[in-house]
């Protein structure tokens, strides 16, 4: 598997090496954008990342909200959770979102592209990921001298690093301002494996072994992806998670490893789609079966586009690879 997968990166460079840019006339994408590891980033890049950032915070609502452009991610996440998480459309709606969220980050002058957090470097000491960095990063676990009670739960704000005077509307259903909150799992300095059995490299090959697009997403989801919500609980919890900024170098890396996958049969698997349209029953009644013509809401956050509009990296609308 690996080997295939060399392969068709390798294949993929030599392309891009020949490319022209991007043409939004003729619809194609021709030099894919290179998205990269955090830590691979420059601290320039990273310093600049994080300063965006902070100044959506500053920028108004783009739906109408009497909150900030930052906040209407975790809003609409929110809003959306039943369409989004536990479906078909679990892979392409997040692809979507990154793209966003990427596009208004550059709005608030960042120059460099979506960044990813592989956590399968990080197994072996969670805590000590250069994410959590307060220099380099994003700050660290919340802490015991900031608790604080919401939604019957105590809960530790950030006390380090950029974020750490954050401050917060919603969590999950409700208007609730706070700051950014992180719960390792262990809680304080003893905070125990955070759940890294759940997304070491075996077992993310475990994954990438899956034959078909909705076992695929079934076992990205479910596994590694919500170990990495549970493990850093807080903010990340609620389907308001978006609260977190480490949330969208999360699902970039879900998003690296769907892209992953796909390459490994790509006149394929960038046509697979399969699975279930919402977790939303009526009477009983099985939800219908996804379709690649299925509308991706955004609930205003930019437009609803069809699925198969997000099957590839490289079209109209994206141009980017891993």
Known sequence: MLFAVLFNLLLLSLSTALALPLDESRGTCTKPQLRREWRDLSRADRKSYVAAVLCMKKKPSSIGLSTSLYDDFPWVHNKLTNEIHFVASFLPWHRYFISIYEQALKGCGYSGVATYWDWTRDVASMPSSPVFSPINGFGGNGSPDKAMQLDGNTQRCVADGPLKDLQLPYFGDNAEPHCLLRTFNAGGEDAGDMLSPNYTPDAVEQVMQSQDYDSFR???????????????????????APNDPLFFLHHAQVDRLWWLWQQESPLVRTREYAGIRTQDQLDGVIPPGAQVTDLLHMAGLASDIKVEELLTTQNRRLCYRY
Do not use: F
């Not at 479910?222 to 308001?240: E, K, N």
């Open 218 to 240: 079934i076992a990205l989801e479910s596994g590694p992806h919500g170990a990495i919500h549970a493990a850093l609980g807080g903010d990340m919890s609620p389907a308001t």
